[in-house]
């Protein structure tokens, strides 16, 4: 029987790569990926940087373990509420309320998120601008399966549209979403404090009201 308070090796490796993907996710969010080293990681998350190429291979690794690290929860709540809409509406779907379940979903996590959920949310932010194929191992994500069913549902509600109707369509909304969880301020300095950045619940609102009819047809 294992000591009481001694830990296992697996647990320090288990807490070292915990540490790791914490300062990663923090620096990442700040400074970007190219605006981080490995050296810096090791230094804030006090583990020998050695370790990070042991645990994940390279920068790029690390990067693409912080995407997938809490891609499960956005995309069980994006899912979980797509799929609630679809059942309640049948085959009444609207192309309002398939946005408002995906945008709403998508801002409960930036509301109830604590300090790193919000750093994943910027890092999100810049993958997002990221060119693809820019990092290593993000030439998909793993969000890629839910949007396909965001744009399933936005074809239902809509058989009007042509398929890059919709692409387009998930392509400005994901930018506007993105942009918005970067909280860069912007907003905030234009409108004179009127609008702040970190105000999720405005945002929500006014992204649904927005793209409710982005794919009326004139």
């Given at each position: ?41 090791g230094q ?7 370790l990070l ?166």
């Open positions: 029987m294992r000591r009481r308070g001694r830990r296992t090796n697996e647990e320090r490796r288990g807490e070292s790569q915990e540490r790791l993907l914490d300062a990663a996710e923090s620096l990442f969010a700040r400074n970007g990926f190219n605006g981080v080293s490995t050296k810096d990681i804030a998350a006090d583990v020998d940087p050695s190429h042991y645990y994940f291979t390279s920068k790029a690794g690390l990067y693409v373990a912080v995407i997938a690290r809490r891609a499960g929860y956005v995309n069980a709540a994006r899912r979980e509420a797509l799929e609630a809409y679809a059942r309640q509406a049948g085959d009444a779907l609207t192309v309002a309320g398939v946005v408002r379940a995906y945008v709403e979903s998508t801002f409960e996590l930036a509301r109830k998120g604590d300090a790193g959920y919000l750093n994943y949310l910027t890092v999100i932010a810049q993958m997002n601008s990221t060119p693809a194929g820019g990092v290593l191992g993000l030439e998909t994500t793993p969000f890629d399966e839910v949007v396909q069913l965001f744009i399933d549902l936005l074809r239902r509600a809509s058989p009007g549209s042509t398929d890059p109707d919709l692409y387009w369509f998930y392509h400005m909304l994901s930018g506007a979403i993105t942009l918005s969880w970067a909280r860069t301020g912007r907003i905030d300095e234009l409108s004179s404090g009127q609008c702040r950045s970190t105000d999720f619940d405005a945002i929500a609102d006014h992204m649904v009201s927005v793209f409710s009819h982005g794919l009326d047809r004139r």
